[in-house]
């Protein structure tokens, strides 16, 4: 009997030491599925802002957890925004709608590119421009003699026009705008008011789908009717998703920016 105990003995421990493999195999095959997120944390600055409509403001981002810091920025749940909830560019570069939304708060999000589940939100409240006097609240005891209010000059001056394409020498615009292909380059050419030097460009959607070079001082000019122009370089991923995408153009010292809505068709490789 004692014999026959040390063989069941040996078969018990034998299944049981293939079970821990299977169940650690199972366990090992489980983390392979676990996001790589866990570690990432984004903070968009500031959590909170009120601006008027058809003015732009900066917002921020701090990445850690990752060695890419890149994000894709959203407003109202739209990568690069839309004409209601206000315009967002790549580096976060906000321009609030024309109108007041309703509702009026627009939630800006950044997400991380290197993993869609990290994200961090804002909360732009949308004002209306206010005419007459303006309140100053002081505290008891202070004067008001010589006060300086510094009022913000919100009159839009940064618009598109037509944006289109280069080929050699020969640059034309369209009211639809430009078409590229996935996986090849293209030299843009827009035409608008306020397109200066100094002025930044970008296209919406995934940071990674589409890359600008961005112009230098030769290549801002004027067309023959004295229109601003502006070229840059674009080059579009094989991985691209194929669609519209918005032409973005910001304006730093000012505090504008401008949006050719669909004005980038990227079409696929295989048609």
Do not use: K
């Not at 493999?21 to 866990?38: E, I, Q, R």
């Not at 994200?119 to 100053?136: C, D, K, P, R």
Request: glycine share 12%.
């Amino acid at each position: 009997m004692s014999g026959i105990w040390r063989i069941n003995r040996a078969n018990l421990v034998v299944r049981i030491s293939l079970g821990l493999v299977v169940g650690l195999s199972l366990m090992a095959a489980g983390c392979a599925w676990t996001p790589s997120s866990a570690g990432i944390v984004l903070t968009v600055t500031p959590a909170t802002a009120y601006i008027p409509v058809s003015s732009s403001f900066q917002f921020g981002v701090t990445v850690s957890g990752t060695p890419n810091s890149l994000v894709v920025w959203s407003a109202g749940g739209v990568v690069g925004g839309n004409a209601t909830v206000g315009f967002i560019s790549s580096t976060g570069f906000y321009r609030a709608p024309a109108s007041v939304p309703s509702p009026a708060q627009v939630t800006i999000t950044a997400t991380s590119q290197y993993d869609a589940i990290s994200s961090s939100s804002a909360t732009a409240t949308i004002v209306s421009q206010t005419s007459g006097a303006h309140t100053v609240q002081v505290a008891s005891g202070q004067t008001v003699t010589n006060i300086n209010v510094q009022v913000p000059q919100l009159t839009p001056t940064l618009t598109i026009y037509g944006a289109g394409t280069c080929v050699g020498s020969t640059c034309s615009t369209s009211a639809t705008g430009a078409e590229v292909t996935q996986g090849s380059s293209a030299t843009l050419f827009l035409v608008g008011n306020g397109v200066v030097a100094g002025t930044v460009y970008s296209i919406s959607g995934n940071a990674t789908d589409v890359t600008v070079t961005q112009p230098s001082g030769s290549q801002f000019g004027q067309t023959s009717n004295g229109t601003p122009s502006v070229t840059f370089g674009i080059s579009v991923s094989a991985n691209a998703v194929p669609g519209l995408r918005n032409i973005m153009v910001s304006n730093p010292a000012t505090g504008e920016l401008s949006a050719f809505v669909g004005g980038l068709l990227i079409t696929s490789s295989g048609q």
